[in-house]
């Protein structure tokens, strides 16, 4: 069972005493391939931005579980052919098939308990009709966007620091807000032609 952080959780800074550094990733991987057992520390250093990453593409909680569960059971069972390079790339590539291999899967109707959720909501039928727009014309807004750009604004808003969408991408991090301020003027473009003005939101 994936254990599951809360999206967009922030973790408070304290002062702490200094202690030995944790051990990078390079660390880990060479102690999991030994030791597959210890596999767990790469696992909790990593749930909770996998996690994020699966949940904004589906929106649903068990469904980001299921996702996250199988990134990392990828992950180990992949393990072996891991080639010393960037843990957050290796781990991304595998969550963005991961996500595409099971959208392919989902059934194209909304199940009964997601129909009865939205009805709970006491939301306006008009205002459920007005998100509903905006979030597919965002949905369609970040489709439109380069790979690599909506690879930056979609693990942002996943809460993945700028060290780590850089590793995940293989980029600087000056390189990675580059490519986000063009993405965010590119969607601030595609939703104005969409009819979804910041005064209107």
Known sequence: ????????????????????????DA????????????FGLLYE???GPVYRYCYLQFGARAAAEDATSEVFLKALAGLSGFRDGSVPAWLFTIA????????RKQRPHRSID??????????????????????????????????????AVE????????EQIAGSLKRSRGAVYLLRTRALARLAKSLRRAGWSPEGA
């Open 114 to 151: 997601e129909g009865a959720e939205i009805a709970d909501r006491g939301a306006m039928p008009e205002r459920l009709a007005v998100d509903a727009a905006r979030r597919d014309a965002l949905r369609a807004a970040l489709a439109a966007l380069p790979a690599d750009q909506r690879a």
């Open 27 to 38: 660390a880990l991987v060479a102690a999991a391939r030994a030791d597959p057992r210890q």
């Open 96 to 103: 963005r098939h991961t996500v595409i291999d099971l959208r």
């Open 155 to 162: 693990l942002g808003l996943a809460g993945w620091s700028g």
């Open 45 to 47: 250093r990593y749930v």
């Open 1 to 24: 069972m994936v254990q599951t952080p809360c999206v967009g959780e922030r973790t408070a800074v304290v002062d702490a005493p200094a202690g030995p550094s944790p051990p990078d």
